[in-house]
Nanobody, 126 residues
């Protein structure tokens, strides 16, 4: 079965950092674009970042540009989201997802993704 599992969430103070991991089982991530999404209380799920299958291209939401980075290690079947300078408004459940869509026609929109993890909670609070 296809499965994605997020890990690395937790409670962190404003200005702190966390690294989230997204690990696949049942399939290899090396043929798929991977996206990170988040959903904060009372808000719709929004895109955070996405990375191409080979890891050579990535996009970021304006709200996290300059603070978050994304990387992948296909040998480990894992994609990472590095979150720095965290703010209270970053508090959300973070999800990773896999997409079949070729990168050159991808917009990283939510409807492009076929497999989703169950999420990991990130709480930024003093």
């Amino acid at each position: 079965q296809l499965q994605l599992v997020e890990s690395g969430g937790g409670l962190v103070k404003p200005g702190g950092s966390l690294r989230l991991s997204c690990t696949a089982s049942g399939f290899s991530l090396d043929s798929y674009n991977i996206g990170w999404f988040r959903q904060a209380p009372g808000k719709e799920r929004e895109g955070v970042s996405c990375i191409s299958d080979r890891g050579n291209s990535a996009n970021f939401a304006n709200s996290v540009k300059g603070r978050f980075t994304i990387s992948r290690d296909n040998a480990e079947n894992t994609v990472y989201l590095h979150m720095n300078s965290l703010k209270p408004e970053d508090t959300a459940i973070y999800y990773c997802a896999a997409s079949h869509r070729p990168w050159y026609v991808s917009t990283c929109a939510e409807n492009e993704y076929f497999a989703w993890g169950q999420g990991t909670q990130v709480t930024v609070s003093s």
